[in-house]
């Protein structure tokens, strides 16, 4: 059982990409899923939460220009990043928590992924 992102790679400030968070050998739908961001040399901070029903919240950094949805039949959560910057340069992973609802806890978080790299570059 397992996370993948997917979706990453080099964009110039001001353009788009849309990353994936695709579940493995388990049913997503049951869950919350949190997209996370690290830049190099920072601490990982939070982007973007969608609970089971749905409900949304976003950090103050993606509010609008990020956009997360999930399709429960695809088993996978999205996120749409639009008007990037260069400070949204990072790894990007997603985690999946039990609880189900947004905000996430902190702590309980069942699954991870490994990441994927988005650099905002000219």
């Known amino acids: 059982s397992q996370l993948v992102e997917s979706g990453g790679g080099l964009v110039q400030p001001g353009g788009s990409l849309r990353l994936s968070c695709e579940a493995s050998?388990?049913?997503?739908?049951?869950?919350?899923v949190k997209w996370f961001r690290q830049a190099p040399g920072k601490e990982r901070e939070g982007v973007a939460c969608?609970?089971?029903?749905?409900?949304?919240t976003y950090e103050v950094p993606a509010r609008g220009r990020f956009f997360i949805s999930r399709d429960n039949a695809q088993n996978a959560v999205y996120l749409q990043m639009n008007k990037l910057l260069l400070e949204d340069t990072g790894v990007y992973s997603c985690t999946a928590h039990p609880a189900g609802y947004c905000p996430m806890p902190e702590t309980g978080m069942e699954y991870w992924g490994n990441g994927t790299l988005i650099t905002v570059s000219s």
């Open positions: 050998g388990f049913t997503l739908d049951r869950y919350a």
């Open positions: 969608i609970s089971r029903l749905e409900g949304i």
